[in-house]
Structure formats: structure tokens, C-alpha cells
């Protein structure tokens, strides 16, 4: 494995970024992300799920999309500030609930989730806490759960290059859970996993 010369980005890295920026990434009002929340939830093809977690849900843009799919779903962010608006877009939906985490650290206890989504956050963390993370979700995950990857692409300054960190999750889950659906665009890519039993 690849040792990042970086290590996991800490809760001061991103308290500084939404300091400085509310929506950093302009979640909300880019055309880019927008088209590339509705391509996450169109790689859930229609799935409903009883647990969701949504790991690194920053101000809740797609967890507002992805509620509907879901029975209960709890978004967790490292930064307080953004669950806070997290929550106020959500506010209307009782299935969601927030969580103020920093994985691998700290990951919630209780029922396995079937759906497990890690939306542009892996490469914030190195290669051994992406390890980590992904023996989380396998012991968190129910017998035919899912977990859905989306990783940025293009050169960035973070302990992985977003191929690079689905890379790492998809290998250190591999004897459990295999690709069931791929899309590569151009500067991102969706990874759909499943257990080996259930993927097609």
C-alpha cells in the first residue's frame, strides 16, 4: 500500500475551509455537482433502504436527495457548522438524523445500515485510515447491503487522488463486496459494491 506523505485531514482542516466559505465546494448552487448528485442517486437504481449512512454530508445537498430512498438515514460531518445547515435543509424530512463524527476515529454504534455512502471524502483521508474506514463498513453492513463510492478524479493536493482511494476501499473490501455498477466521467467516478453473492 501507498504511504501518503499526508496524513488524514484533521477537524481544523475543513472548520478552517467552512470558516472561510459556508458551502466551500458550492454544493449547492454548481451545475457540475448538481449533475453529479443526480448520477449517484441514479447508481442506486431505485433501491429503497431501511439504514442509511452518509459519511461526510457537509451542508446535506445530497442528503436531501437521497432521504426519499431511505427509512431512516443518519448524514455525519466533522464540522459542526455544516450539520447545522445540514439540518435546516433537511428539516422537513423526520428519517434523517445528523451525527457529528470524524471516521475512522469515531463510527456509530448500533444496527447494520444496507446502504453505506462515502461521497467525496476518502481522499481526505491516507491509504491505512481508508483501510480502516472500509473494515468499518464491512463489519456495519448487512449481508446484502450496498455501498456507494464517489470520488473526484482530477489532480488534487489531499493524502489520496481520488482513483487512487476507491482503489484502496474497493481492495480492502474485496474478498466481501465487488463492483456491481461503474461510471467514469470525466472528473469523478461512482462505484457501486455489493457482496459477491448478491451482484450481478
Known sequence: MTVSPIPSRDAAYFAALYQANP???????????QQKYLATIAALQGMHFN???EIGCSIGVLTQLLAPQCDFLLAADIVETALDDARRR??????VSFANLRVPEQWPAGPAYDLILCSEMLYFLSP????????????SLTPSGTVLLVNYTEAINEPCGGSEA?????????????PAYQQREAKYRIDRLQARATAP
Not at 166 to 178: K, N, W
Open 23 to 33: 458551502d466551500p465546494w458550492n454544493f449547492s448552487g454548481s451545475p457540475y455537482e
Open 51 to 53: 439504514r442509511a449512512f
Open 90 to 95: 433537511c428539516a422537513a424530512m423526520p428519517q
Open 128 to 139: 491505512e485510515d481508508i483501510v480502516r474506514v472500509a473494515h468499518q463498513t464491512l463489519a
Open 166 to 178: 476507491a482503489d484502496i476501499f474497493i481492495a480492502a473490501v474485496s474478498e466481501v463486496l465487488v
